[in-house]
Every structure is written in structure tokens, then in C-alpha cells.
């Protein structure tokens, strides 16, 4: 019913930034919180940051001050926008969403994720 589809990564230098965005498509009543996590090779998943339908916002400790989580409601939309990328920041990112369909019931939903690599 529900389809999430991500897009704006790429391969980047220590210090570049990327945008990815994250479009939410489908039976869609209203979505709650948005949400990005990510995961390297061997590692867990791991969020990176969150985002309430309020417009509240929380961070990875790892990546506090340098990404920046934002949403576009009119679009179904989530965007992470990454500052001084490091190589450590290397990992596929995933889009989570929580969305309330017509009968409000409440599913988590995630994209196909996307690949970042940051180069030394």
C-alpha cells in the first residue's frame, strides 16, 4: 500500500555534503514520524536522526551538528541534508516512516536505501 523511495546518494570527498531525500507514496492518511538510520558493512543498523510530524527533531550523537533532518508535508516528503561528511559517515541509508493509514492503524514502513561513500 505503502511505498518509500529514496534517492540523492553518491560518492563524495571528506568534507563534501549530500542530500538525500525520501518520498513516501500510497495509502497514505497521514505519516507520524520520519526517520533515517544507516548501516556499514559488519555494523548494525544505527539511527542517524528522526522527526516528529510537529517538526521536533533528535540526532545521533555522531552526527549532531552536521546533518540536518527536515520534511515537506505537502509533498509526503523527508530530506537529511550531511555537512562535512567523513569516511566514518560511509553506509547504506535507510528511510523509515511511520504512517497512519484510513482505518489508523499504524505500520512502519522503509525504503530500498541508498549508498553513501565518503572518500579520504
Known amino acids: 500500500q505503502v511505498q518509500l523511495v529514496e534517492s540523492g546518494g553518491g560518492l563524495v570527498q571528506a568534507g563534501g555534503s549530500l542530500r538525500l531525500s525520501c518520498a513516501a507514496s500510497g495509502s497514505i492518511f497521514s505519516i507520524n514520524a520520519m526517520g533515517w538510520y544507516r548501516q556499514a558493512p559488519g555494523k548494525q543498523r544505527e539511527l542517524v536522526a528522526v522527526i516528529t510530524s510537529s517538526g521536533s527533531t533528535n540526532y545521533a550523537d555522531s552526527v549532531e551538528g552536521r546533518f540536518t533532518i527536515s520534511r515537506d508535508n505537502a509533498k509526503n516528503t523527508a530530506y537529511l541534508q550531511m555537512y562535512s561528511l567523513k569516511p566514518e559517515d560511509t553506509a547504506v541509508y535507510y528511510c523509515?516512516?511511520?504512517?497512519?493509514?484510513?482505518?489508523?492503524?499504524?505500520?512502519?514502513?522503509w525504503g530500498q536505501g541508498t549508498q553513501v561513500t565518503v572518500s579520504s
Open positions: 523509515n516512516a511511520n504512517i497512519r493509514n484510513r482505518w489508523f492503524s499504524e505500520y512502519d514502513y
